[in-house]
């Protein structure tokens, strides 16, 4: 089965992809990777009528180890996060969490912030962010949630 037909858009920047998401409310996903999304989309679980590419917002790629917390961006690569040594020796579990995660062409291509977002249980990353206690920033164009995995 293909995909419904969808527009896309790119964004720039946070402000932007969160300008977009204003304006096309509930039709529109956002998209970096497409590894949990776009098989959705093929079986026409869901079917938005707009995506929003965040691939090229360089502020969303980073990981940082941290001295407190570790940090990784929402649109950095799952095999980067694999790659990182001063991530695995601060939080060993993603590294090993991650080695289970498709294929590596999947990997190559996912997004930490997209497994997470659609729950995909194929990731092993939203077990891992539960496991860890980890905390999601979440934002939209006026505020910016801070979303715990536990309650």
């Known amino acids: 089965m293909k995909a419904a037909s969808f527009e896309y858009a790119r964004a720039s920047s946070i402000d932007e992809a ?14 970096a990777g497409g590894q949990s999304l776009v098989p959705m989309m093929a079986m026409r679980l869901t079917r938005p009528t707009r995506l929003i590419d ?8 980073f990981v940082d180890p941290g ?14 996060v694999a790659r990182d ?5 601060r ?3 993603i590294r090993r ?7 590596v062409q999947t990997r190559n291509r996912g997004t930490l912030g997209g497994s997470i977002a659609h729950a995909d249980p194929c990731a092993e990353l939203p077990t891992v ?18 979303a715990a995995t536990s309650p």
């Open 97 to 103: 969490a991650l080695a289970w995660v498709g294929h």
């Open 67 to 80: 001295i407190d917390a570790a940090r990784i961006g929402a649109c950095t690569r799952q095999s980067v």
């Open 18 to 31: 969160c300008e977009m998401l204003r304006q096309h409310g509930d039709d529109a996903k956002l998209v």
């Open 54 to 61: 965040i691939n090229e917002i360089a502020a969303l790629k």
């Open 85 to 89: 040594d001063a991530l695995a020796a």
């Open 129 to 146: 962010a539960q496991m860890l206690d980890a905390v999601m920033r979440v934002r939209d164009t006026t505020t910016t949630f801070v």
């Open 91 to 93: 939080v060993p579990l």
